[in-house]
């Protein structure tokens, strides 16, 4: 196995590896795998400067592909994680700021919130 070989494999592992911790919901690991991705890149970007084998062009352009795919779906999964975050964020901020949603306003057009009172939860028949 040369040496470009290696560190796509390398690379192919921590994609890997990301991959199924964020599958998990595993967040922690992905500073350590962002790193070692970037190491990674620039062992294959010096490789690559070096003159990579020709002979090797296409089982190299496979497997940078396959690389490619995780990579996108790594992408994926953390665009979903954050907006899901952001989605439980406004869930939250929605809770919190119900009493702004009554839409009371005074006679100069100010919000005025309304605080929930015992004559208001009587129902009348």
């Not at 396959?66 to 992408?75: H, M, R, T």
């Amino acid at each position: 196995m040369s040496n470009l070989d290696e560190i796509i494999h390398e690379l192919r592992s921590v994609v890997e590896f990301e991959n199924s911790h964020l599958k998990k919901g595993q967040f922690r690991p992905l500073e350590e795998t962002a790193n070692l991705k970037q190491n990674c890149l620039t062992q294959l970007n010096t490789a690559f400067s070096n003159g990579a084998p020709v002979e090797q062009a296409s089982k190299t352009a496979q497997s940078l592909k396959k690389v490619q795919s995780l990579l996108k779906e790594n992408e994926y999964l953390m665009k979903s994680a954050i907006n899901s975050v952001k989605s439980a964020y406004n869930q939250i901020n929605a809770i919190r700021n119900r009493e702004a949603k009554v839409g009371a306003y005074d006679r100069f057009g100010k919000t005025v919130n309304l605080p929930d009172s015992e004559g208001l939860k009587i129902k009348l028949v």
